[in-house]
Each structure stands twice: as structure tokens, then as C-alpha cells.
């Protein structure tokens, strides 16, 4: 009995949705962990953990101690090591299996002084400060997680999400965090983004320039809608289900695809809808009101509909 109760227990879905789990791995952003990271894929070290340590943290000693950085910097800017942003994590990754690069950031520049100077909002400021230091950061090779941000900024998480949504609203211009450029997170909603803009007449590289998205991804994303959108017009069907397994990629996939499919067929022009909305938020009940809107011109029957 008592086995028995020790197996329910690892059974138990410890995960849980806290914040605190996404400024854990900032801990490990270090000159510590690049310096392991040295040591065991570029001289190939293979001994023990704990030796590993020891002998990154005698050669981090001995840079404080014999390098100085003074001048190396300009007022207002900091060193920090991220992420590099050709390094798009796969599942289970770590930070310490990430590929790391250090960058220079402006935190603070003449452009803010003159803000405050101005009596400008402060969240406009703290918007552009984001928005600078986000791009900074992808010119160095690197890439800015929100959390890093709001470590940087001295924001919640939560503060670094509103900012982006509300700079992206106030400029139509995307702040480049890590969750938009590597595609992972809530953020993913990009793709919509990229596919309005094409149905919007944008060429590849204007639609480049404007998402800092590589060419290479942008293609895949409209090679996916078109492939999508195939399949709708030639079997004349909605079901996001059958469409996946036809093409075998992700129901969510399929559906914000529909999603967008459905609203372009409503009107002559796709419309800039908001990069943020949520469209994995978007229910069952949702796209079928949208294909019973639609179903003259793609010949859906209702009773598939209401099911």
C-alpha cells in the first residue's frame, strides 16, 4: 500500500503556472555559465559537475582581477548575456544548452532625457526604451526575453507584455522579444501578422522589413496558408480536423489559418486585425459562426456546422 501511495505521488502534475518560473533560467545568464560552456565544447572537458565549477569560477576570478572594462562602455549602457537569436530552442532545452552572446544595451539615452524633459508619459518612454534595447540586442546577435526586459527596466513581466501590445498598437511596429522572433509563447499569434500583410499586397521583403522575420519564415508561413487554403476551396470543407490530419500539422495551426481564411472571404480587403488577439482563443463555436456566414460561397452544410 505504501508503494502504491509513493507512485500516485510522482503522478502528480506539479506544473504550475507561476511567473516566478519564467526569471529563473536569468539566474544562469552569466560569464560563469559561458565560461562551462567553453570548457566543454570548445576544449572538451568531461569531468565532474562540480570540477567544471571550480575551475569556471578560478578563471572568472582571475578576469575580474586582471581586466577592467572601464571605458569599454558608454554612460547609460549595460552588458548582458542572451540568448542568441540563431539559436531557436527546442523542447526541453535549457539556458545551459542555449547558445549565449553578450550585448550591449542602452538603458538610458539622450532620446528618454529629452521625454522626461518633455513631461512625455512615462510609459511611452519605458515603451521606447524597450522597444531600443529589444533591437539592440537582435543587431549583437542576441535576443530579449520579456523577462530579462522587465529585469533591465525594473517592470513586471505582466507591465513588459502590456508595453509591447500598447507600442504595437501605437506605431504598428513589433518589439523583437524572444517569444515573437523564436516563434514559442503566446506571442506565436505573429503568423497571422505576416499572412494579413501579404493579403494586404506586401511583397516578401517589405514584409521582412517590417517583422524582422527571415525571409525563410515568412515563406513558410504562406506556403502553409496557401497550402491550407487549398484544401478549403477544393474539398469545400471547414473541418480543421480532417485539414490536419491531411497536411499533419497542429489543430491550433490550422484553425488561425481559418481563422484568417474566413475573415478575408467576408471582405473585399483583409484588415490590419490586432497583431495581440489571442487566436487560439477563438472556440469551436466561433469559426463556425464565421463558416455559417460564408457557407454560399464555400458550400458548408449547417448540420457539420452545429455538431
Known sequence: MAKKKKQDKKMINTCKNDTKQH???NAKLTYHTRLKQMLKEELGYQGKP????????EIEEITNECYSEAGKIGIGQVKVILPSVEDKPSWGQTIEDTKLVTVTLSLFSEEDRKGYLENEKSGIIQQRRLSRIAKEAIAQGGVLTSSVAGELLGLKQTTISKYTKEYYERTA???PLRGFI???GRTTTHKRWIIELYLNGYTTKEIQEKTKHKISSIDRYLKRYMSILSIVEELKTLEYLKISRILGISESSVKENLAIYLEYKEASKIKRIDYYKEINGKTDIVLKELAIKNRKVINYEKKKITQ
Open 50 to 57: 562540480k570540477v567544471l565549477d571550480l575551475l569556471a569560477s
Open 23 to 25: 526569471y529563473i533560467p
Open 173 to 175: 511596429e513589433i518589439i
Open 182 to 184: 523564436h516563434d514559442i
